[in-house]
């Protein structure tokens, strides 16, 4: 059973702080993988995608992926109210996506 | 572009009723998955179709559920003899590698 793994929170943060959010994966197969945010209602909506280990950013956002310890963070530097939703991770086998059931992120103002 | 579309975007129906949800993916894209979420829950795969190739059914929770997709584009879900517990909003989501999500179907089943 390919299974991924995520605290569900809340993950409370004061805005501008940086916000961490963690995943493992038990798959030592899956080859890529892919954080999500959700807002409350809405559809999930792609925001990273990391193949290699080390570290990869986008804005405000780094991933970080550690194969050898089937880990996968996520990274938000000066964390905005925004930013409060859920976020999904989620690690690629063959051919679909095995997705957790995600971590809420509160931003305070 | 256009992104993933999906309707209806709500859908109430009657216990036993036979439902029908449409998706037609990003143009171009020859994967298409179907997952569906309950409230609070996380996202459960259902269906994905890769080009001409056999669809992996693997996650259709009971043979009340079926999908096909035509001429390797627009995709239709469908519920027959619906439950209560067959509510959830269902998701349809396109893309080669990256998966991108479309508003998805709230169902609801009275």
């Known amino acids: 059973q390919k299974e991924v793994e995520q605290n569900s929170g809340p993950l409370s943060v004061p805005e501008g702080a940086i916000a961490s959010l963690n995943c493992t994966y038990s798959?030592?197969?899956?080859?890529?993988f892919f954080w999500y945010r959700q807002y409350s209602g809405k559809s999930p909506e792609l925001i990273m995608s990391?193949?290699?280990?080390g570290d990869k950013e986008d804005g405000r956002f780094t991933a970080q992926l550690n194969k050898a310890s089937q880990y996968v963070s996520l990274l938000i530097r000066d964390s905005q109210p925004s930013d409060s939703a859920t976020y999904l991770c989620?690690?690629?086998?063959?051919?679909?996506?095995?997705f957790g059931k995600g971590t809420m992120l509160l931003v305070s103002p | 572009g256009a992104g993933v579309s999906q309707s209806p975007s709500n859908k109430v129906t009657e216990k036993g009723k036979d439902v029908e949800l449409r998706c037609d993916p990003i143009?171009?894209?020859?994967?298409l998955y179907w997952y569906r979420q309950s409230l609070g829950q996380g996202l459960e795969f259902l269906i994905y179709?890769?080009?001409?190739?056999?669809?992996?059914k693997s996650g259709l929770p009971s043979d009340r559920f079926s999908a096909e997709r035509t001429g390797g584009s627009v995709s239709t879900l469908t519920i027959q003899r619906t439950q209560q517990e067959d509510s959830a909003v269902y998701l349809c989501?396109?893309?080669?590698?990256?998966?991108?999500f479309g508003p998805g179907t709230r169902l609801t089943v009275t």
């Open positions: 990391i193949y290699s280990n």
């Open positions: 989501a396109s893309g080669d590698y990256e998966q991108y």
């Open positions: 179709f890769q080009g001409n190739s056999a669809p992996d």
């Open positions: 989620a690690a690629s086998g063959y051919s679909t996506l095995t």
């Open positions: 798959d030592r197969g899956s080859q890529s």
């Open positions: 143009s171009g894209h020859t994967a």
